[in-house]
């Protein structure tokens, strides 16, 4: 869902920056805050002044159309989903 507030589901950008209280608004999947510290330490979130929030260049935007778009995984993304989700031996990780 995060992602998604910078990709649309087509691969195309959505936003460049969002304001904290916006990465962690709207539905809730896993824990808001916990996603958001999460997807920084990941580095799929770039922080700038004035609490503002990035996505990232290269590889890491890369990775994140990708699994907007088709639920491709690479190890920074499953990394991050196992980080976020609490429960144990999950299989919140498609094709996993």
Same mark, same amino acid.
């Given at each position: 869902? #995060?992602?998604?507030?910078?990709?649309?589901?087509?691969?195309?950008?959505? &936003?460049?920056?969002?304001?904290?209280?916006?990465? =962690?608004?709207?539905?809730? =999947?896993?824990?808001?805050?916990?996603?958001?510290?999460?997807?920084? &330490?990941?580095?799929?979130?770039? *922080?700038?002044?004035?609490?503002?929030? *990035?996505?990232?260049?290269?590889?890491?935007?890369? *990775?994140?159309?990708?699994?907007?778009?088709? !639920?491709? !995984?690479?190890?920074?993304?499953?990394? #991050?989903?196992?980080?976020?989700?609490?429960?144990?031996?999950?299989?919140?990780?498609?094709?996993?």
């Amino acid at each position: 869902h #995060l992602f998604g507030k910078f990709v649309h589901l087509d691969g195309s950008p959505r &936003r460049m920056q969002l304001d904290r209280s916006g990465l =962690i608004r709207g539905r809730v =999947i896993a824990d808001p805050e916990g996603a958001f510290l999460q997807s920084g &330490r990941f580095g799929y979130l770039v *922080e700038r002044p004035h609490e503002r929030y *990035e996505r990232p260049a290269g590889d890491k935007y890369a *990775e994140m159309v990708g699994y907007v778009t088709g !639920l491709r !995984l690479t190890p920074g993304v499953s990394g #991050l989903l196992d980080a976020i989700c609490e429960r144990v031996n999950c299989k919140h990780v498609p094709n996993a």
